[in-house]
């Protein structure tokens, strides 16, 4: 069990699985059209990293982007990409490589173990066997290859505890990070509004003119287009379905097997390991354990005492709940044979030999009919539309394809609505349809654009497509100048304002600077004096821009000796900011739990530079080869 294989995937779909973000992120059929060419995307140190587990996850990753732009994704950004799904790959093989050379081994039943605790797998907090089974064949992986992965992810997290755990602080490294964070500035600023400014502000008409005359660019219609369109969805259809009684039991009797909860049992082991040719020293071992248990030792003091398996020594050789079908033929051949409390004779397996002993046995039951009747309604219905919603997918698509260029006959020879959206932006409308990006693909295709044509099938999703025409194609143009006058007044107004602020703001640091009271001089500049008060860096209280001028001033500053500085604002207004006075943090005013935190925090972030720089090593020391295709976009 648990051979060692490549089933063309990466960690990166260990993540998603567990973590049940979602298992659709498999995209089958795929062609990079390179597939002729090579099927290795790349070689490291003679090992090959298949092409496919590369055109799997450059597909998920594609999909993501693509739901962020919402149309095709940049040329220079598709090889981006591609360069680094393939360094990924690369790294994730070496890390593998030195792995294995440094001998990490996870166990058959630690890696069982570990798979029974993901909470994607579980009814009720229960591990079940159908569930994963389930989860995985969406994912289009096998029972043993996920069980590769998981295997290979426990191992490199054993390695990557090495390096954790020798990774360090010292007392001065701490010091000198809490006096540099906790660090305390006296800051106090004055601060120029563009609001403040804009009373009495007048603008001509003849400004306007001139900014309009000069920024026609600036002051025009998106380009849309409108659109007739007719849309079919597998939903629709499966809503319109009947199903009887009948239909229902008899997909629940097809199906038991799916209702059913097989027999598990809780099993506990102790496993000794067997070393290079020492298979007769371990199996006397493996007795001479039997015969302490037969004496009357306890099972889970013995499995603590002398089990080679570290996952589950600490737990007394604690398996859980075990179904058929989850172990290694010997083992579960033998837990299966067990009475409760009864213990095995020595079990070999490809890690050592087992004791196990059976704790405890939950029979099988099939759950209810009535419990599971909507379940099985709505999945009836659905399978019973799927054939019709590709075929009548199939009918639009040859109705629209010979209607040419118009979709009102589509639409009487599909006996489907045909739907209009009016005013479509290049730029996409997530409100119109869920794909948006397709649908722009399509309407703004130079073929579709302006020929008045209908567009081939759209697959909005596996289970929604649509065809559409253009009905008219509204290009960008220039608003008449009355639509954009007041616009125009609001900008000019804004711009005078930003002016004023910034010249309020340079008499307020020349006149404080030559001695004027801070507070009282702001007041008549049409400012608001902030009195100083002491703030560390990740305080809210004040803007942004305000924080990072104090903390990036000298250390120098005091109340007699203070520093300032005059700073642009995120709204457009202005600050002067004062800094009065400056304290290094000190370790002694955080609680103990503090101090713990931040240590933590802090070892937390120089294991993850190790982690960096010991996999980029890794990588670097390794012989790499990657095709020069594989780096490239295809053309089509």
């Known amino acids: 069990m648990l051979q060692r294989i490549r089933e063309g995937f990466g960690k990166w779909l260990i993540v998603l699985v567990l973590g049940l973000i979602a298992v659709t992120f498999i995209f089958w059929g795929v062609d990079f059209s390179m597939t002729g060419a090579t099927t290795v995307a790349a070689t490291v140190n003679g090992e090959d990293v298949p092409l496919v587990e590369f055109d799997r996850e450059l597909q998920a990753r594609q ?39 440094q001998g990490y081994r996870a166990s058959d039943a630690r890696v069982t173990q570990s798979i029974r605790e993901i909470a994607a797998f579980q009814v009720n907090g229960e591990f079940s ?52 964070n906790n660090e305390r500035r006296e800051i106090a600023y004055a601060e120029f509004d563009v609001d403040a400014f804009t009373a009495g502000i007048e603008i001509d008409d003849a400004a306007i003119a001139e900014r309009y005359e000069n920024n026609q660019a600036s002051y025009q219609t998106a380009e849309t287009v409108d659109l007739e369109y007719i849309e079919l969805a597998l939903a629709d259809i499966a809503a319109t379905m009947e199903v009887t009684e009948d239909d229902l039991r008899a997909a629940y009797e097809d199906e038991r097997e799916r209702f059913e909860r097989q027999e598990e049992r809780r099993a506990s082991h102790i496993l000794i390991e067997v070393a290079e040719g020492e298979e007769d020293a371990a199996r006397a071992e493996a007795e001479s354990v039997a015969a302490r248990l037969a004496g009357g030792e306890g099972f889970a003091a013995v499995a603590a005492e002398v089990s080679d398996d570290t996952g589950t020594r600490g737990q007394g050789g604690d398996l859980g709940w075990i179904s058929r079908g989850t172990l290694e033929g010997p083992f579960e051949d033998a837990l299966f044979a067990l009475e409760v409390g009864e213990v095995s004779e020595p079990v070999r397996t490809e890690f050592g030999f087992h004791l196990i002993r059976l704790e405890e046995v939950r029979a099988g039951e099939l759950q209810p009919f009535e419990e599971v009747r909507e379940e099985l309604a709505a999945e009836t219905r659905t399978r019973l539309a799927e054939n019709e919603f590709y075929d009548r997918a199939n009918e639009l698509a040859d109705a629209a394809f010979n209607a040419d260029d118009e979709l ?14 009016m005013g479509f932006p290049r730029t996409g409308d997530a409100s119109l349809f869920d794909n948006s990006a397709a649908v722009v693909q399509a309407a703004f295709d130079d073929e579709i654009l302006d020929s008045g044509r209908n567009s081939e099938l759209i697959e909005l999703a596996e289970d929604h497509v649509l065809v559409l025409r253009v009905t008219e194609h509204h290009l960008p143009m ?84 203070p520093l300032r500085e005059l700073v642009a604002l995120a709204n457009g207004g202005q600050a002067v900011v004062v800094l009065t006075g400056v304290e290094a943090g000190e370790p002694a005013s955080m609680s103990q739990a503090e101090r713990d935190q931040r240590q933590q925090q802090l070892a937390d972030q120089a294991a993850r530079a190790e982690l960096t720089g010991y996999a980029g090593n890794v990588r670097d020391a390794a012989n790499v080869r990657i095709p020069p295709a594989v780096l490239e976009p295809p053309l089509f």
């Open 129 to 180: 066997l159908d569930v994963y089974r389930g989860q995985l064949a969406n994912a289009g992986l096998t029972p043993t290859s996920f069980e590769e992965l998981q295997r290979a992810s426990l191992e490199l997290g054993d390695l990557q505890r090495g390096i954790v755990e020798s990774t360090f602080l010292t007392p001065a490294e701490f010091r000198r990070y809490i006096e540099l």
């Open 408 to 421: 009102a006959s589509v639409a009487d020879e599909t006996g489907l609505p045909l739907k209009t959206a």
């Open 63 to 101: 999909n993501q982007y693509q739901a962020i732009y919402r149309s095709e994704l940049p040329e220079d950004l598709r090889r981006e990409l591609r360069r680094a799904v393939v360094e990924d790959l690369v790294r994730q093989e070496a890390l593998e490589q030195r792995v294995e050379e």
């Open 478 to 561: 220039t608003k008449p100048l009355d639509e954009v006058r007041e616009q125009i007044r609001d900008e000019l107004v804004r711009e005078r304002a930003q002016q004023l602020a910034e010249e309020a703001a340079q008499t307020f640091l020349a006149d404080v600077e030559r001695g004027a009271d801070a507070a009282a001089r702001a007041a008549e500049l049409n400012g608001e004096w902030h009195p100083a008060t002491w703030l560390t860096r990740a305080d809210a209280a004040v803007p942004t821009e305000v924080l990072t001028a104090a903390f990036g001033m000298p250390k120098t500053a005091s109340a007699s000796a």
